[in-house]
């Protein structure tokens, strides 16, 4: 593995079972974030984007059960771990579970308690991992607050999410997710929660803050257009499985992979057309998902069956 | 008015009381949510109203329906037998007219009952206004289901069994099978996904040729409104900031909270980079 990689994973399988059947979430997937880049995840609701996700902080629930796989995380400064192996309850895992990695939601609202203060909770996820007195991480709290664009911050500590606005809310989980700066963070759907104002001033925010600290982020999302604003690599997901990986420039402007094509597609454009092409859920499943061949050409990647295989891609 | 006007909203507003905190609670002001909204509806068209949320987007449209009641102004609709003042009406009179307007709602998780079965659900709107045909309701069902894009199987299950998508097939199922002239999409696509979005929304355009159908169409994301609209509404803090066909606001906005409203909308394009006007240099009255 190459030191510009900060995190790996390799044939992941994660299968959630009831009585009746068992459905393969993630099906044997390989993918590599670079260090100080940010990676998307693209793909529809069900594609398994955020169950990899939870997967990276160990915090698939029952009836959730990684099968299989492996996730090296390595990150600076210390040597690489296997994320999996960590047991339940070692502290290698309080570590990494917003010390060196943490994560945004999509819906502020239901992510930060509703009966304590903004302040409280930040001043938990320092004081969880930092053995600093309280009067130092309340400091640290304001100052990472203040750093997110809430003005005020010392006052604004002693309030409660409800009486924030969704978009601020969305800060405070920014600030909390920053507050050990952690090496990785995730971004689950973000800004999807958001107006498209709202939306733009979190993507601002969260360029602003990549460009200052040195981070690796994970973002995941279904709004392509998002993506194309904040991407550097995009992975494609769709059922579970991983079908074109590639620069954020390969992927949106020229997509090989039928199902990417289509997603492109089926965003509203600003110029008019009597219908948007949507994606039929057949010729996803049916076609395009039994049986793929991976095929690479420099670091561009693309699961397809055989006759669809662009001639310069070796398998 | 004319008969080409399905709709005509003349200074509507709607203001809520301010209460003071208190057992004994008084009222201490008023906070205006929509202020005097003036605008008209054709018939067969598509209107878009778009604003960022607490714009008043949805007040509007619920106080069109008297699901909220105005404070002052006048709703004409152009209903089967002549135009009437929605704002005149009582619950008793409104009840006929209600046939004729339908709403479809955003959250396809929450707008639906999770204890009825989807026939019941797509039915009750029938047992409500036409108790007397009840023997026919079955028969309407089924048709509705086909139209939407649903299996004649899904009539037995529960709403949890079916996706985002499908759910809000079964909420337009539901607003249609009255045969509305009116449908009110409050943010009908807001929260699905992109590709579920797009089939939604072709379904929703088929309907209206098929069915003859007049949408109000509230969305915050442009994008979705400069697809489907012919003309919008911006709204900011409850007033009507610009209005025209889509066309002339996306190429040429005159106020300045459109303007913002179109520099936030990222582009699909890696090399057009996002750069949102700054909310604090603008004029917004």
């Known amino acids: 593995m190459s030191t510009s990689t900060i995190l790996s994973i390799r044939n992941l399988s994660i299968s959630f079972k009831n009585e009746i059947s068992e459905q393969l979430a993630v099906n044997n997937i390989n993918l590599d974030m ?8 693209v793909g529809e ?11 990276m902080m160990q915090l698939i629930q029952p009836p959730g059960k990684i099968t299989s796989g492996e996730i090296i995380f390595s990150p600076a400064q210390q040597d690489s771990f296997d994320i999996l192996q960590l047991n339940d309850n070692s502290p290698a895992l ?22 304590h203060t903004i302040g409280n909770q930040i001043m938990e996820a320092i004081l969880t991992h930092q053995a600093i007195p309280k009067q130092a991480a309340f ?3 304001a100052a990472m607050l203040e750093r997110v664009g809430i003005q005020n911050s010392r006052e604004r500590m002693h309030q409660y999410p409800f009486e924030f606005s969704g978009g601020m809310r969305q800060r405070v989980m920014i600030a909390m997710a920053l507050v050990c700066q952690p090496q990785i963070l995730i971004c689950d759907e973000p800004t999807t929660a958001l107006d498209v104002t709202i939306q733009a001033e979190i993507l601002a925010l969260l360029k602003e803050l990549k460009a200052t600290i040195d981070i690796s982020v994970l973002f995941i999302t279904h709004d392509l257009a998002v993506v194309a604003q904040i991407a550097d690599q995009v992975i494609v997901m769709n059922q579970g499985r991983i079908l074109e990986t590639g620069s954020v420039r390969q992927i949106l402007n020229d997509p090989i992979h039928p199902y990417s094509q289509g997603l492109i597609a089926a965003v509203p454009g600003m110029k008019r057309q009597p219908r948007l092409d949507a994606i039929s859920n057949d010729s996803t499943r049916h076609n395009y998902g039994v049986h793929p061949l991976i095929a690479i050409k420099g670091d561009r990647e693309v699961a397809l069956p055989m006759p669809l295989i662009p001639a310069e891609y070796q398998l | 008015m004319t008969t080409r006007n399905l709709l005509e909203v003349t200074n509507l507003s709607v203001k809520f009381p301010l209460l003071k905190r208190g057992l004994l609670s008084k009222q201490v002001g008023e906070f205006t949510a929509v202020d005097q909204v ?8 598509v209107l878009g109203i778009v604003g960022e949320s607490g714009s008043g987007k949805t007040t509007l449209v619920r106080a069109i329906l008297r699901a909220i009641e105005p404070s002052s102004g006048s709703v004409l609709f152009q209903g089967n037998d002549g135009a009437v003042d929605l704002c005149q009406l009582t619950h008793k009179q409104l009840m006929p007219l209600r046939t004729q307007m339908q709403m479809i709602f955003q959250d396809p998780f929450a707008s639906l009952n999770p204890r009825m079965k989807v026939a019941d659900i797509i039915a009750e709107p029938l047992v409500i206004h036409h108790p007397e045909q009840h023997l026919q309701h079955r028969q309407q069902v089924i048709k509705m289901l086909e139209r939407v894009g649903l299996e004649a199987d899904s009539l037995h299950r529960f709403p ?20 509305p002239s009116l449908v009110i999409c409050d943010e009908a696509v807001s929260a699905l996904d992109v590709s579920v979005q797009a089939q939604v929304l072709n379904l929703l355009a088929d309907l209206q040729e098929e069915m003859n159908l007049t949408y109000i169409f509230v969305a915050h994301d442009l994008n979705v409104v400069h697809h489907f609209c012919e003309r919008a509404l911006v709204m900011y803090r409850g007033a009507v900031v610009e209005s025209g066909p889509v066309d ?7 106020h300045d909270y459109t303007k913002l409203l179109l520099s936030a909308i990222p582009s699909l394009d890696p090399d057009i980079k996002l750069a949102p006007l700054d909310r604090n240099s603008l004029d917004l009255g």
């Not at chain 1, 609701?45 to 997967?55: E, R």
């Open chain 1, 34 to 41: 670079k260090r100080s880049q940010t990676t998307a995840i």
């Open chain 1, 45 to 55: 609701s069900g594609s398994g984007k955020s169950v990899t996700a939870y997967a």
């Open chain 1, 94 to 115: 309080y570590d990494l579970r917003g010390g060196l990695m943490s994560m945004i939601f999509q819906e502020p609202m239901t992510a930060l308690s509703p009966v």
């Open chain 1, 139 to 141: 400091d640290l709290a």
């Open chain 2, 38 to 45: 003036s605008f008209e509806v054709q018939r067969g068209s």
């Open chain 2, 160 to 179: 949890h069994a079916f996706s985002g998508g499908q759910r809000q097939r079964i909420g337009i199922a539901r607003a249609l099978i009255l045969n």
């Open chain 2, 248 to 254: 002339q606001i996306f190429t040429s906005p005159q």
